[in-house]
């Protein structure tokens, strides 16, 4: 195959500060501080909730709503991503990060106050819209003010708050579970969001020059309601109602007929929330498959892995925790030494593609060894899974943002967010409707260690098939080589 270059013109940055040195004691290390303190919010949502699951269960109740704590939050974090990035690229990256911030403070709050299980599915939503803005603008900040080659710098210490999270998440959620104050779990995020707000608020500062553009709602409307349809048919069918009956076929029908619909809305948008152009260019489009394949793989291992343990084996909340931090501390170590050891060497695809085949590895290991459930196999296939991740996920998403202009990059940003959202969050529906599937025929309670040792092995074995799948658009992806770009220049 024809080695295709990657076009790179000289990196533009809305902030105003010097491009020398990357690190925390650099002329951008405030930024990147604050970048790293808004980048734990969302890292350590992402692991804390799972280990207390069976806490908050047998408080609230409803184990078969209980994936619906993660697809809420994944579905509003996804759908509001496109709409983020649209408005970055039109009125800066620094008002849409602190409203993002403020808004995951405010469900925070509320979640910590829920009182049943379907209030804390919906504030859940709400957290979800604030982390929709956080991440991607802060990925995004990141691919302003620093090269491509100094990305690979920087990744390492944005990397290490996943590292410190993938510990701290856990055993926080580990703890307040076992002293039976899981509402903590969201009330930390309190003094987080104040200082993440506060960085952002006083390092981060930019010049954009405003214009008139057009949002379009009636892109994001039917998107949201399509994705909100498939996944309630998805988790509610075989439960609320027979995947045969009408009521299903209505849901899933309408919600297919939606999401054709919304593509016909966005061919013809003046300024689409989610324009197709990005998938007309075949390295956005592959990288954007391969995100929606680290979605579904995540989220079937952050979700399930604890509950697993802890019904199967009857461990504490804590050593599950710490077995899927062994998922997020691998993660980072892997991003960390990418840049490095392999993309700016060999190109992005080798990376890729050595990342996926860890990925493989390390599912296929827990998928076969699920019916004799073991901690330390868990965790070694976890770790092995994360080395992979850390060499897909970041790899690609600098390829994506590298290859486009600094006024597509918020779009190129948030499509690849968006993806590994809805990758996410229909992995959470698909896969938790294929545990309570389980659970349902074998009429016995989710407690019970046989039954959770059945769903947990199906689980796996589909996280499997999704790692499989991904690999294929790791390998349909063009040959480009991470060429280092000059200093980032004031628009």
Not at 46 to 64: E, H, K, N, Q, Y
Request: hydrophobic share 55%; with cysteine.
């Amino acid at each position: 195959m024809e080695r295709l270059p990657l076009h790179l013109q000289p990196e533009m940055t809305s902030t105003t500060t010097d491009t020398t040195g990357v690190g925390l004691r650099s002329d951008r290390g405030p930024i990147l501080l604050a970048l790293m303190v808004s980048t734990g919010l969302i890292a350590m949502d992402a692991t804390i909730l799972a280990t207390a699951v069976p806490s908050v269960v047998r408080d609230l109740g409803g184990f078969a709503q209980f994936p619906w704590l993660f697809s809420v939050y994944l579905l509003a974090q996804a759908v509001s991503v496109p709409i983020y990035a649209k408005l970055a690229d039109i009125v800066g990256r620094k008002p849409l990060m602190l409203f993002g911030i403020g808004l995951f403070l405010l469900g925070s709050v509320l979640c910590g106050a829920a009182w049943s299980m379907t209030s804390l599915i919906v504030f859940r939503a709400v957290q979800g819209l604030g982390a929709g803005a956080v991440q991607p603008m802060a990925i995004t900040i990141a691919g302003d003010i620093y090269t491509v080659a100094e990305r690979a710098k920087a990744q390492g210490y944005i990397a290490s708050v996943w590292a410190v999270s993938s510990v701290v998440g856990p055993t926080l959620g580990g703890v307040f579970s076992q002293l039976g104050i899981w509402r903590w779990i969201f009330f930390v995020n309190v003094p987080l969001c104040l200082l993440a707000g506060a960085l952002i608020a006083r390092n981060f500062h930019e010049r954009v020059e405003r214009q008139q553009h057009r949002i379009d709602y009636p892109g994001a409307t039917l998107l949201t309601v399509a994705m909100t349809l498939l996944i309630l048919g998805i988790l509610e069918g075989g439960q609320a109602w027979a995947w045969s009956s009408p009521t299903s076929l209505a849901v899933l029908g309408v919600g297919a007929g939606l999401l054709v619909a919304f593509v016909l809305v966005e061919r013809r948008a003046a300024e689409p929330v989610l324009p197709l152009w990005v998938l007309s260019r075949r390295l956005l489009a592959t990288t954007t498959m391969l995100a929606l394949g680290v979605g579904v793989i995540l989220i079937g291992l952050t979700s399930f892995v604890p509950t697993y343990l802890e019904n199967s084996l009857g461990i504490d909340p804590l050593v599950g925790g710490l077995a899927l931090a062994a998922l997020t501390i691998g993660w980072p170590i892997a991003a960390t030494l990418s840049g490095r050891l392999l993309y700016l060497r060999f190109g992005f695809r080798p990376a890729i593609l050595v990342g996926m085949a860890l990925v493989v590895v390390g599912t296929a290991t827990l998928a076969l060894a699920s019916q004799h459930p073991s901690v330390a196999v868990v965790a070694l296939a976890c770790f092995v899974t994360g080395l992979g991740m850390g060499l897909v996920a970041s790899p690609s998403l600098i390829a994506a943002q590298a290859s486009v202009e600094w006024h597509e990059r918020g779009v190129a940003t948030g499509t690849n967010m968006f993806a590994r959202s809805i990758g996410s969050a229909v992995g959470a529906a698909v896969l938790g409707a294929v545990a309570n599937g389980v659970i349902a025929r074998s009429g016995r309670p989710e407690t019970d260690p046989a039954t959770a040792t059945d769903a947990g092995s199906a689980v796996f074995y589909g996280v499997l098939v999704a790692a499989l799948l991904t690999v294929v658009a790791g390998a349909l992806m063009p040959k480009v080589t991470a060429e280092q770009t000059p200093a980032p220049e004031t628009p």
